[in-house]
């Protein structure tokens, strides 16, 4: 299988290793990558207050057909691959659907205990909806209902426990050949990293390669256990359709 004009979306919920894992695909010499390229539209509908707002809405798309259109166009800069890193709750109702199905996609999930303490605190007024968790099964159900077969779908523990068998893995699946380069990359911030990089990519910044899964200690506060419980029921379905290194 060739990787000619491959456009590769992966969709995370927020507090996950989407930061990481577009660094591992902008290292790629072949690969062109794209931050959130949904996000200036998510902010001028929702009005989130989120660090920054207006700088990222000044600075992007408005208009989700607009934005659509490139993601399914041309590979930028005449690249083999077009890597699209989406947040999943950037989906938003009313919008058209169709045009992920001309996109590759892969379901990036996170365990929602280890995702809820790091969102909470900064988004305090934290819905279902805003995990993106919702919107990633709701994609998985419409890729399984239109391709007939499983859609991609990774955990980030997976591949922070063993990121080079994972890498390879999701190449393959992919139809394009691994490369180490995948694996490290220079510390410091890119061109493609948006606007709002420099209220959340401190940690990744200073990163070099993937690092090491460790467990959190936090628990969830107790009048966050309903939102827990309605997170853990979605990323059971969604885990129990994940890629695994002995597949």
């Known amino acids: 299988m060739t990787a000619e004009g491959r456009r590769i979306a992966m969709w995370s919920g927020p507090r996950n290793i989407s930061t990481a894992m577009m660094r ?3 290292n790629r010499p072949d690969t062109f990558v794209c931050d959130e390229p949904l996000y200036a539209h ?12 207006d700088e990222v809405i000044a600075a992007g798309e408005t208009d989700w057909r607009k ?16 890597f699209q890193k989406h947040m999943a709750h950037h989906l938003l109702p009313g919008m058209d659907f169709d045009w992920i199905g001309r996109l590759i996609n892969v379901l990036l999930i ?22 993106g968790l919702p919107q990633q099964w709701q994609l998985f159900e419409r890729l399984q209902a239109r391709n007939g077969e499983t859609p991609l779908v990774i955990d ?16 393959d699946k992919l139809g394009v050949a691994f490369t180490d380069a995948m694996l490290a990359w220079p510390a410091g911030p890119r061109s493609t990293d948006g606007v709002w990089a420099k209220h959340w990519y401190h940690e990744v910044e200073k990163s070099t390669g993937f690092r090491p899964f460790r467990p959190k200690n936090e628990e969830v506060p107790p009048h966050w256990r309903d939102l827990l419980e309605a997170c853990d029921a979605i ?3 969604l885990y129990e359709a994940r890629m ?4």
């Open 235 to 237: 990323y059971a379905r």
């Open 110 to 131: 996170r365990e929602p205990k280890e995702m809820l303490t790091s969102l909470i605190k900064t988004t305090p007024e934290a819905q279902l909806e805003d995990t």
């Open 244 to 247: 695994t290194c002995g597949e």
């Open 42 to 53: 998510y902010l001028s509908v929702t009005r989130k207050p989120h660090p920054g707002i």
């Open 67 to 82: 934005v659509t259109d490139w993601l399914t166009g041309d590979v930028p800069e005449g690249r083999l691959i077009f």
């Open 156 to 171: 980030a523990r997976d591949v922070l426990a063993d990121p080079a068998s994972m890498l390879k893995k999701l190449c």
């Open 24 to 26: 591992a695909w902008g």
